[in-house]
């Protein structure tokens, strides 16, 4: 019995490994570099480092594209879009998972069917109920959508949580007098903190890259946010080198950085987030 | 949207005319109430938002795709919206478009399913059973690209292929009289989308496949090899078995997933060259947002689109089954 793979073979598996992590990363590494480079050079020299390193790509892509706006909006809709997930994912959930009632089945059934449920399937009543509304162009009419869709996953990813939790300890609390509410705030919530972040992490990252609804839902500058900005620097501004890469990189930068810091939670999160289509 | 709040509302209403009348002891029938009020209070904010703009648009949007809807007022007397059964799913037959976006739709399928997949699986593999060290090196590098913003995806691939991009200038290296048409010839013009899909997901099947493999029992896989099974006997008869639910659920995910790269196209082609690149969802807002509004068309896609997707699942559900027969 032999337990080490033969070096033939570990030479083979590594350069398969190399070979894939290194067009993995070799565009964005292309990215960047471009993004340091003149547009003049960039036509003379678009695969080599720069042979001077300019940095006044950034501050020239970032007032263009108005980058201040675009992130200012791009924050408000993640974290508020994620916080109300959370909060109603998991006071719903609890719900679901702790109280009996009969109307259970058809409300959380409705949830996770929601699951298969895309931002196509509703995109353009979307539009036209925002418009009847008076909803368009308003952070609210943005912010709601982005909550409605997190929903079914967080719905279901509670639910079955909470379900974990022993009843025993929520039914010592309603012996000893306690509220619903008080067991959910000081019982439930606390325990759930897992999924919690779970749950965050998958919507944060979704809001954050979301392109299509905040696309069709807002015609004014002051609320897009940053996929929308960048979408600019490809059309009017893409012959400008440049700034349109140093665009990309702003624009790539916080989700890597996001990525760098919860680097576990995310991947615990997406085999999480797997469990069921 | 009405079914919900009924559903809700008749808890705790019911309960109030009640316990006054019937002469129960009040504790037991005032625990009650009291539960039905909670639920309604926790479950009903998480409901009013999702029915509002989730369950009810999707109804709507049926709804929607049998009338001749296309812009104004729902209810007016002057341009009064009428119901014309399946017109709007008869024209999308008829056109050229749909079947070219369909087609699409279908290319970016296979090459989720029988690509992402496979590959995710075989990097995971490698990466769980100690083949290789760095296993969580490897694992974070090829997940990057996930994380980064579909729009700067599209656009920066749409660069790496264009005539001034590092593609271009490493294949005039090696052939000098080589052209870049690769975005202009209506052949060709899928292939750096599917390229860029493979690129990007890829990672997502990976860490599923990581984190369920390092579920089986590594006891399991010893004894196998114990009894003499060979490397690829204990990958095709112990972990392949255990695996197959994930394998469905990854193509649960990669089905839906395919039938959603709505933003990666709209940045990379816009659907061009003459909507030769165009998928269901971009043929969707095209319908809607292009030229003069035809919401009944663009709502039938949509419809189109859900149930497409609704069937794929079932049909992958009914394979899943009839395999699972079989192995027993």
Same mark, same amino acid.
């Not at chain 1, 893409?238 to 140093?246: E, I």
């Given at each position: 019995?032999k337990?080490?793979? &033969?070096?033939?073979?570990r030479?083979?598996?590594? &350069?398969?490994l190399l070979?894939f992590?290194f067009?993995?990363?070799?565009?964005?590494f292309?990215l960047?570099?471009s993004s340091?480079k003149?547009t003049?050079?960039?036509?003379?020299?678009?695969?080599?480092?720069p042979?001077?390193?300019i940095?006044?790509?950034?501050?020239?892509a970032?007032?263009?594209?108005?980058?201040?706006?675009?992130f200012?909006n791009?924050?408000?809709?993640?974290?508020?879009?994620?916080?109300?997930?959370?909060?109603?994912?998991?006071?719903?959930?609890?719900?679901?998972?702790?109280?009996?009632?009969?109307?259970?089945?058809?409300l959380?059934g409705?949830?996770?069917i929601?699951?298969l449920?895309?931002?196509e399937?509703?995109?353009i009543?979307l539009?036209l109920?925002?418009?009847?509304a008076?909803?368009?162009?308003?952070?609210?009419?943005i912010?709601?959508p982005?909550?409605?869709?997190g929903?079914?996953?967080g719905?279901?990813?509670c639910?079955?949580?909470?379900?974990?939790?022993p009843?025993?300890l929520v039914?010592?609390?309603r012996?000893?007098?306690?509220?619903y509410?008080?067991?959910?705030?000081?019982?439930?919530?606390p325990?759930?903190?897992p999924?919690?972040?779970?749950?965050?992490i998958?919507?944060?990252?979704g809001?954050?890259n979301?392109?299509?609804?905040?696309?069709?839902?807002? &015609?004014?500058?002051?609320?897009k &946010?940053?996929?929308?900005g960048i979408?600019?620097?490809?059309?009017?501004?893409s012959?400008?080198y440049?700034?349109?890469?140093a665009?990309?990189?702003v624009g790539m930068l916080?989700m890597l950085?996001f990525?760098a810091i919860?680097?576990?939670q995310?991947?615990k999160?997406?085999s999480?987030?797997?469990?069921?289509? | 949207m009405k079914?919900?709040?009924?559903?809700v509302?008749?808890?705790?209403?019911?309960?109030?005319?009640?316990?006054p009348?019937s002469?129960k %002891?009040?504790?037991?029938?005032?625990?009650?109430?009291?539960?039905?009020?909670a639920?309604?209070?926790?479950?009903?904010?998480?409901v009013?938002?999702?029915?509002?703009?989730?369950?009810?648009?999707?109804?709507f949007?049926?709804?929607l795709?049998?009338?001749?809807?296309n812009g104004? %007022?729902l209810w007016?007397?002057m341009n009064?919206?009428k119901?014309i059964g399946?017109?709007?799913y008869?024209?999308m037959?008829?056109?050229?478009?749909?079947?070219?976006?369909?087609?699409?739709?279908?290319?970016i399928i296979?090459?989720s399913?029988?690509?992402?997949?496979p590959l995710?699986?075989?990097?995971?593999?490698?990466?769980?059973?100690?083949?290789?060290?760095?296993r969580d090196?490897?694992?974070?590098?090829?997940?990057?690209?996930?994380?980064?913003s579909?729009?700067v995806?599209?656009?920066?691939?749409?660069?790496i292929?264009s005539?001034?991009?590092?593609?271009?200038?490493?294949?005039?290296?090696l052939?000098p009289?080589w052209?870049?048409?690769?975005?202009?010839n209506?052949?060709?013009?899928? $292939?750096?989308v599917? $390229?860029v899909?493979?690129w990007?997901?890829?990672?997502?099947y990976l860490?599923?496949f990581?984190?369920?493999?390092?579920k089986i029992?590594?006891?399991?896989?010893?004894a196998?090899?114990?009894?003499g099974?060979?490397?690829?006997?204990?990958?095709r008869?112990?972990?392949?078995?255990?695996?197959?639910?994930v394998?469905?659920?990854?193509a649960?995910?990669?089905?839906?997933?395919?039938l959603?790269?709505f933003?990666?196209?709209f940045?990379?082609?816009?659907?061009?060259p003459?909507?030769?690149?165009?998928v269901?969802s971009?043929y969707?807002y095209d319908?809607?947002?292009?030229?003069?509004?035809?919401?009944?068309?663009?709502?039938?896609i949509s419809?189109f689109?859900?149930?497409?997707?609704?069937?794929?699942i079932?049909?992958?559900?009914f394979v899943?089954?009839?395999?699972?027969?079989?192995e027993?």
């Amino acid at each position: 019995m032999k337990r080490e793979t &033969s070096l033939p073979a570990r030479v083979l598996l590594y &350069s398969v490994l190399l070979i894939f992590t290194f067009m993995t990363l070799y565009p964005v590494f292309w990215l960047i570099m471009s993004s340091f480079k003149t547009t003049q050079e960039f036509q003379v020299n678009r695969l080599g480092l720069p042979r001077r390193w300019i940095l006044t790509n950034y501050p020239l892509a970032w007032k263009i594209g108005g980058f201040g706006h675009l992130f200012i909006n791009s924050i408000i809709y993640t974290v508020g879009s994620t916080l109300a997930v959370v909060l109603l994912s998991l006071s719903a959930g609890f719900a679901f998972a702790k109280i009996k009632s009969r109307a259970t089945p058809f409300l959380h059934g409705s949830f996770v069917i929601g699951i298969l449920l895309s931002a196509e399937a509703v995109l353009i009543p979307l539009f036209l109920m925002a418009n009847a509304a008076g909803l368009t162009d308003t952070r609210i009419g943005i912010l709601l959508p982005y909550i409605g869709m997190g929903m079914p996953k967080g719905i279901y990813l509670c639910t079955e949580y909470i379900k974990s939790i022993p009843d025993s300890l929520v039914e010592s609390a309603r012996i000893d007098g306690a509220s619903y509410p008080r067991i959910f705030a000081s019982i439930i919530a606390p325990m759930a903190k897992p999924v919690a972040t779970t749950l965050a992490i998958l919507n944060v990252t979704g809001v954050w890259n979301e392109f299509m609804l905040v696309n069709v839902l807002t &015609s004014k500058a002051s609320l897009k &946010s940053l996929p929308v900005g960048i979408l600019k620097f490809s059309g009017a501004l893409s012959s400008d080198y440049g700034k349109q890469f140093a665009a990309l990189a702003v624009g790539m930068l916080p989700m890597l950085i996001f990525y760098a810091i919860f680097r576990n939670q995310i991947t615990k999160g997406v085999s999480a987030g797997a469990v069921k289509g | 949207m009405k079914a919900s709040a009924a559903g809700v509302g008749l808890g705790p209403g019911a309960t109030g005319v009640v316990s006054p009348g019937s002469m129960k %002891p009040t504790k037991v029938s005032g625990a009650k109430h009291e539960e039905r009020w909670a639920y309604a209070l926790l479950v009903m904010p998480a409901v009013l938002v999702y029915w509002a703009v989730m369950a009810f648009p999707a109804f709507f949007s049926v709804g929607l795709s049998l009338t001749n809807y296309n812009g104004g %007022p729902l209810w007016s007397s002057m341009n009064p919206v009428k119901f014309i059964g399946l017109s709007n799913y008869i024209k999308m037959l008829r056109d050229p478009f749909f079947s070219v976006s369909l087609k699409n739709n279908m290319l970016i399928i296979l090459v989720s399913v029988f690509g992402q997949i496979p590959l995710g699986f075989i990097l995971a593999y490698v990466l769980s059973r100690r083949l290789v060290g760095l296993r969580d090196f490897f694992q974070s590098m090829i997940y990057v690209p996930t994380v980064i913003s579909t729009i700067v995806v599209g656009i920066l691939w749409q660069s790496i292929f264009s005539p001034y991009g590092p593609i271009t200038e490493i294949m005039q290296q090696l052939n000098p009289m080589w052209e870049n048409t690769l975005f202009i010839n209506p052949r060709t013009a899928m $292939i750096p989308v599917l $390229i860029v899909i493979l690129w990007m997901y890829t990672g997502t099947y990976l860490i599923i496949f990581l984190a369920n493999l390092q579920k089986i029992d590594p006891e399991v896989i010893e004894a196998a090899k114990i009894d003499g099974a060979t490397e690829w006997q204990a990958l095709r008869y112990v972990i392949l078995p255990a695996l197959s639910g994930v394998v469905v659920t990854s193509a649960i995910l990669a089905i839906s997933g395919s039938l959603q790269s709505f933003s990666l196209i709209f940045a990379m082609t816009a659907g061009n060259p003459a909507r030769r690149t165009s998928v269901l969802s971009l043929y969707m807002y095209d319908a809607a947002f292009r030229g003069a509004p035809d919401y009944g068309l663009a709502n039938a896609i949509s419809t189109f689109i859900v149930a497409l997707s609704l069937v794929l699942i079932a049909l992958l559900k009914f394979v899943e089954n009839r395999a699972g027969g079989r192995e027993e």
